[in-house]
């Protein structure tokens, strides 16, 4: 017997359909995300959603191809099984970056519960910054997967939906992340999840970062040994968690004059030797400047912004970022209360 | 990515003959002078720029319909494209081929090709050539979103797979196939996706960006070089004009090409980018502006004023002598 929906309850899910084919399939060995995996994942969160009797869930609109195959898979009955109503977020698609925080931002306007973001580092800072106060629920599609969680998409949907059904509280399965916040003169601010890397290279170019000689400091949020990426460097230096209420900065040297020598997962399938000169604690609300006078900064793995030394570049640790569902602590505290026991279902 | 004052000046340089050789097919098209169709490449400068950039002498490329750009950025004579295009014996194939098959295979182009999914197949002869005689030397095809599905681009994927050629497939994703819609004839919205069919590494790179395009492609390339197999990279990008010109373009919204012009223009913002970060001066770009449209109009009046081939030329380069 199914759970019938709850009235009200909606979540929203985004998906980025550009994530996971960039030029780390060429240089390193990043994982390949279909837009038909994605697809699955979807209606297996749909599946998952409408079984905790989440009553609607909103999917972002896309031109990569997701929404097409989903409506597709509505048109022939797929998704006919399901108890949650997905609907088609009407907003305009431009193909880029913007799509992920309109959509974001026009779910928290709508008063959904919870959001899922299926994608890498670079559009879990999108839904970061747009998102305000509605916990996130971050799914890898991408290449540098060190924010998001590599999880059945199954599972992920039950936490979700647990959570947005109110059966498991916020307080019980939520957590506060930390954020970098990148500020230049003029009041241009911009956010990463992870980690802000300062280069010498002079523009953007293909975005994602895998030549270490390139990079003059790394910020962290949080610096884990297990971590694939860039903040890997800090990782194998010097653990701080996700909670622990500081980050890292590491200064880097070229090889020959560098103190230490480090040999650091970059890229997935890509390891390189890091010269580090120098590693030391980011206290949060500090303003830190970079120390070089132009280049690119790379806002988790990827190239983002151009400066020059008029713009005044400082990077700044806030501990008040998203809210982030833990799936482990959900389900635990689900399994604890005796959700999934029962005849009406989850 | 390390980009010297001289390479930079060379990109916009080649970008800049490309867009205003172009513009001039387009404006010297409507006389009805030229013979047969010409389709434009205009928009799209970035990506056979940014690749040949990546080249070498021992390097080989096959074009498409579309291959003014391709022919160029290879280094082919300016004065030899414009009298070919018009047909005249002093062309780069004698005035035999016009636009759609002007080839210069002592610059390694192997030609721009009239048949739909034609050049990948002669990429990879060429790359087998240069990975059994050891040259160092890569094969690059380019193909647009309609070639992307012939069935002898599927072929040349598979076989450079299997043979792991040194060879770069490029397909220039403008949206259109003649008139169709990539969205409608394409399986997938995105062609890299296919590169994992053939295992391959797949690269998706705005076509637009120059730096984007250079960066992926002197990893391919280096790749390439260095025995690691093909790659397949899909850029993603707009042309200005019509299939063919003559096209009315009824298939796109009115507005379409002027926002894309306004906004991501591959001249008008690595040129942005390269003066912000006082790399290059306007006073540099606007002397060669300046120089490129001399050129071009030298060659346009050569080319209309070059004799046409004679009856017994008709009997000449036909067949090949060993």
């Known amino acids: 017997m199914k759970r019938p929906p709850i009235r009200g309850t909606t979540v929203g899910i985004v998906a980025n359909p550009a994530s996971g084919r960039d030029v780390r399939r060429l240089v390193a060995h990043g994982s390949v995300f279909s837009i038909a995996e994605k697809c699955n994942m979807i209606v297996r969160l749909l599946a998952a959603l409408g079984s905790t009797g989440v009553e609607r869930t909103l999917i972002a609109p896309d031109r990569g191809g997701i929404a097409e195959r989903l409506r597709?898979?509505?048109?022939?009955?797929?998704?006919?099984?399901?108890?949650?109503?997905?609907?088609?977020?009407?907003?305009?698609?431009?193909?880029?970056?913007?799509?992920?925080?309109?959509?974001?931002?026009?779910?928290?306007?709508?008063?959904?519960?919870?959001?899922?973001?299926?994608?890498?580092?670079?559009?879990?800072?999108?839904?970061?910054?747009?998102?305000?106060?509605?916990?996130?629920?971050?799914?890898?599609?991408?290449?540098?997967?060190?924010?998001?969680?590599?999880?059945?998409?199954?599972?992920?949907?039950?936490?979700?939906?647990?959570?947005?059904?109110?059966?498991?509280?916020?307080?019980?399965?939520?957590?506060?992340?930390?954020?970098?916040?990148?500020?230049?003169?003029?009041?241009?601010?911009?956010?990463?999840?992870?980690?802000?890397?300062?280069?010498?290279?002079?523009?953007?170019?293909?975005?994602?970062?895998?030549?270490?000689?390139?990079?003059?400091?790394?910020?962290?949020?949080?610096?884990?040994?297990?971590?694939?990426?860039?903040?890997?460097?800090?990782?194998?230096?010097?653990?701080?968690?996700?909670?622990?209420?500081?980050?890292?900065?590491?200064?880097?040297?070229?090889?020959?004059?560098?103190?230490?020598?480090?040999?650091?997962?970059?890229?997935?399938?890509?390891?390189?030797?890091?010269?580090?000169?120098?590693?030391?604690?980011?206290?949060?609300?500090?303003?830190?400047?970079?120390?070089?006078?132009?280049?690119?900064?790379?806002?988790?793995?990827?190239?983002?912004?151009?400066?020059?030394?008029?713009?005044?570049?400082?990077?700044?640790?806030?501990?008040?970022?998203?809210?982030?569902?833990?799936?482990?602590?959900?389900?635990?505290?689900?399994?604890?209360?005796?959700?999934?026991?029962?005849?009406?279902?989850? | 990515m390390k980009l010297d004052r001289s390479e930079l000046l060379r990109a916009y340089r080649t970008m800049k003959v490309v867009r205003e050789f172009e513009e001039r097919i387009h404006v010297e098209f409507a006389t009805g002078e030229i013979p047969g169709f010409v389709h434009l490449y205009a928009g799209e400068e970035a990506i056979a720029t940014g690749f040949c950039m990546n080249l070498d002498q021992r390097d080989k490329i096959t074009s498409t319909h579309r291959g003014h750009g391709h022919c160029l950025a290879k280094g082919c004579d300016?004065?030899?494209?414009?009298?070919?295009?018009?047909?005249?014996?002093?062309?780069?194939?004698?005035?035999?081929?016009?636009?759609?098959?002007?080839?210069?295979?002592?610059?390694?182009?192997?030609?721009?090709?009239?048949?739909?999914?034609?050049?990948?197949?002669?990429?990879?002869?060429?790359?087998?050539?240069?990975?059994?005689?050891?040259?160092?030397?890569?094969?690059?095809?380019?193909?647009?979103?309609?070639?992307?599905?012939?069935?002898t681009t599927l072929e040349s994927l598979n076989l450079a797979s299997i043979w792991k050629l040194p060879c770069i497939f490029v397909i220039e994703n403008n949206g259109y196939a003649e008139a169709t819609s990539c969205k409608y004839s394409g399986a997938c919205h995105d062609f890299a996706d296919r590169a994992n069919g053939f295992n391959m590494p797949g690269v998706t790179v705005d076509g637009h960006d120059f730096f984007a395009v250079y960066e992926v492609a002197s990893e391919a390339v280096r790749r390439a070089r260095e025995g690691g197999g093909p790659t397949l990279v899909e850029c993603k990008v707009s042309r200005y004009y019509g299939h063919f010109e003559g096209d009315a373009q009824s298939y796109r919204a009115p507005d379409e090409v002027k926002r894309i012009r306004e906004a991501r223009d591959c001249l008008t913002n690595f040129a942005q980018k390269v003066t912000s970060a006082a790399l290059l001066t306007r006073p540099e770009l606007e002397q060669i502006d300046e120089e490129i449209l001399a050129v071009i109009e030298d060659s346009a009046g050569k080319a209309k004023a070059a004799p046409k081939p004679s009856a017994v030329d008709l009997l000449t380069d036909v067949y090949v002598s060993y």
């Open chain 1, 72 to 346: 597709r898979a509505t048109d022939v009955g797929t998704l006919s099984e399901l108890s949650t109503q997905a609907v088609f977020l009407d907003i305009p698609v431009e193909d880029g970056p913007i799509d992920t925080v309109r959509a974001i931002e026009r779910m928290v306007a709508l008063g959904v519960s919870a959001i899922v973001v299926l994608g890498g580092d670079g559009t879990q800072r999108l839904a970061a910054r747009a998102c305000g106060e509605t916990p996130i629920l971050a799914l890898s599609t991408g290449s540098n997967n060190v924010f998001p969680e590599v999880r059945e998409a199954t599972v992920a949907g039950l936490a979700a939906g647990l959570v947005a059904t109110g059966r498991v509280t916020a307080a019980d399965a939520t957590v506060r992340n930390k954020t970098l916040w990148v500020e230049l003169k003029g009041g241009r601010q911009e956010i990463a999840v992870v980690d802000v890397s300062i280069c010498s290279d002079a523009w953007l170019g293909a975005r994602a970062l895998w030549r270490p000689e390139s990079i003059s400091q790394i910020f962290v949020a949080f610096a884990e040994a297990d971590a694939i990426g860039l903040s890997s460097i800090a990782g194998l230096l010097h653990h701080v968690s996700r909670t622990e209420a500081c980050g890292l900065r590491v200064d880097l040297a070229p090889l020959e004059t560098a103190r230490a020598i480090l040999h650091a997962p970059i890229a997935p399938g890509l390891l390189a030797p890091v010269g580090v000169e120098a590693v030391s604690e980011l206290r949060p609300g500090e303003h830190q400047a970079v120390r070089l006078a132009q280049g690119t900064i790379a806002l988790d793995g990827e190239r983002e912004l151009a400066f020059t030394a008029g713009d005044q570049v400082t990077v700044r640790l806030d501990r008040h970022g998203p809210l982030t569902i833990d799936v482990d602590k959900a389900m635990a505290t689900a399994v604890r209360d005796g959700l999934f026991l029962g005849r009406e279902g989850v």
């Open chain 2, 78 to 151: 300016v004065h030899g494209m414009m009298a070919e295009i018009y047909g005249k014996k002093s062309g780069l194939c004698a005035g035999k081929g016009g636009s759609m098959h002007i080839a210069d295979l002592a610059k390694g182009m192997l030609g721009a090709n009239g048949i739909v999914g034609g050049g990948p197949p002669l990429a990879c002869g060429a790359a087998l050539a240069a990975k059994k005689l050891r040259t160092g030397g890569v094969a690059v095809t380019f193909v647009g979103d309609g070639g992307a599905n012939q069935g």
